[in-house]
């Protein structure tokens, strides 16, 4: 190792010794990125149906073409690897019904696939425009298990939300590791990379609480993404990095964004592909989802009794108070889902939680908020351990009823979220369900059917081609 190597801060050391070095072995992680990029591009071809999404894609300036550009699933579009990532990203996580990532920060690791499909398409292309073999989609599954790895394992030791920063800073930096790595960057190259992701700092978490919450928290994640894809161009390029941008006196990101807090990663190898959650029923925040599978629980039991409920009792971690317990009005869809209170009456009221329930019109049910307003949310100090405890990793929620001729529900409590991998082999035939409905709810019947039986024979999806894999979604 020379000098410079030497001087380089161990955390931009040890994640290009990760993305290089590192062999993924595990069988699991494969089998579950596979489940995690069609749950993934189904949820980005749903929010194709919603103009506030759709606003946002496509070449900046309109009418640009780029010939052996990458594509953006579900549309015509053609574009540069950078353009294309935010598109990607923007789809995918628009209707926040992606995968999810638990620990002291949190976040949906399946973001990088934005950074990722598109550098794969685009390099694919250009490889067999040059004669030579291209880019498969064993190629993106390994790199989606390693980006998913750097986000979760950054993400295991250290919270940036407690000092206002936005989860989307990981993004950013996993998705600038992989695609240096794609674009055949050396590690030297990586590291200068990285580093630059750390010194471009992070988004603050403004558009994700009160009275801000907004849709930027819709595109962010696009938008870190597609910048980890313009980085690692840079960095291939010769453009330098900075060896201390984390631990610099006074000016690096650890002194300046932490309070001085070493930043570090546990050993990496394939933990968080394996043990990543799905959000398989409905699209909400997740640290909501064992909150509204227990609503949905009750649901039979008090749908003809709403106007007779006193009190609603919920019963929760620390996490979700801290990110999703409001109250007062909620003014657009990426203020009510994150809102534990609105999604449990949601699923009370209507056995169920779709996108649509947080357009303006479902908003306008007046009961909606009248049961917000009877809701009380409480810490279980149990549930907050458990949440933390890396052998469990649980999510629970507890709601109950209490209504106002003194009876009440039994509570429903919920623990692990289908979507936990505790309950994965349970999980997988609706995640396919889930991506099936999506498909369809855009694609012809028979282009839909085609690209689901695609995903769904794992060596098949591994040899394909990723300008073909990517062809197929052309709509």
């Not at 997740?286 to 227990?294: C, G, I, K, L, Y």
């Not at 307003?373 to 907050?384: A, F, P």
């Not at 623990?415 to 012809?444: M, V």
Request: charged share 25%.
């Amino acid at each position: 190792m020379n000098q410079t190597m030497q001087q380089t801060d161990a955390l931009l050391t040890d994640i290009a010794d990760y993305v290089y070095d590192q062999e993924i072995s595990s069988s699991e992680a494969y089998d579950t990125a596979r489940y995690v990029l069609m749950d993934t591009l189904g949820a980005g071809i749903l929010a194709l149906r919603y103009p506030e999404c759709t606003k946002h894609l496509g070449p900046i300036v309109p009418g640009t073409t780029v010939p052996n550009g990458a594509r953006m699933p579900g549309t015509q579009f053609e574009l540069d690897p950078v353009h294309a990532a935010f598109n990607i990203g923007c789809a995918i996580r628009w209707l926040d019904y992606n995968d999810t990532w638990l620990a002291k920060e949190w976040g949906h690791p399946s973001d990088n696939l934005g950074g990722i499909l598109a550098t794969a398409d685009y390099l694919s292309r250009q490889r067999v425009a040059e004669g030579k073999e291209p880019m498969t989609m064993d190629d993106v599954l390994t790199a989606m298990v390693k980006a998913h790895e750097i986000q979760g394992s950054i993400a295991l030791n250290h919270s940036f939300n407690r000092v206002g920063l936005d989860h989307v800073l990981l993004v950013k930096v996993a998705t600038t590791a992989v695609v240096t790595h794609m674009l055949g960057g050396s590690k030297q190259e990586m590291i200068n990379a990285v580093s630059n992701a750390w010194v471009d700092n992070s988004s603050l978490r403004t558009y994700r609480h009160y009275p801000n919450a907004g849709s930027r928290k819709s595109w962010a994640a696009g938008d870190a993404t597609s910048r980890g894809v313009r980085l690692a161009l840079m960095a291939v390029k010769g453009e330098m990095g900075y060896a201390t941008a984390l631990s610099a006196k006074g000016w690096g990101f650890q002194d300046v964004m932490m309070n001085g807090e070493e930043l570090s990663v546990p050993k990496m190898d394939a933990y968080v592909m394996e043990h990543v959650l799905f959000k398989v029923s409905f699209p909400a925040e997740f640290h909501a989802q064992t909150a509204v599978e227990a609503a949905i629980e009750l649901h039979g039991d008090v749908k003809e009794r709403l106007q007779d409920i006193e009190r609603i009792d919920i019963v929760t971690h620390e996490a979700a108070i801290r990110i999703i317990d409001k109250t007062g009005p909620l003014q657009n869809p990426a203020d009510r889902d994150h809102c534990l209170q609105y999604m449990t009456a949601v699923g009370l009221i209507f056995g169920r939680l779709d996108a649509d329930h947080y357009e303006d019109s479902a908003a306008a049910n007046p009961v909606i908020d009248q049961l917000r307003n009877k809701m009380i949310v409480k810490e279980n100090k149990q549930y907050t351990e458990d949440y933390l405890d890396p052998s469990k990793r649980s999510i629970p929620n507890q709601v109950q009823v209490h209504f106002m001729d003194g009876t009440s529900t039994a509570p429903a409590e919920v623990e692990y979220p289908l979507g936990h991998q505790r309950r994965r082999e349970e999980a997988k035939p609706q995640i396919i369900e889930k991506c099936r409905q999506n498909l369809n709810a855009h694609y012809p019947p028979k282009q839909a059917s085609l690209l689901l039986e695609q995903m769904l024979d794992h060596d098949r999806l591994a040899e394909t081609p990723v300008h073909h894999f990517m062809s197929d979604w052309v709509y």
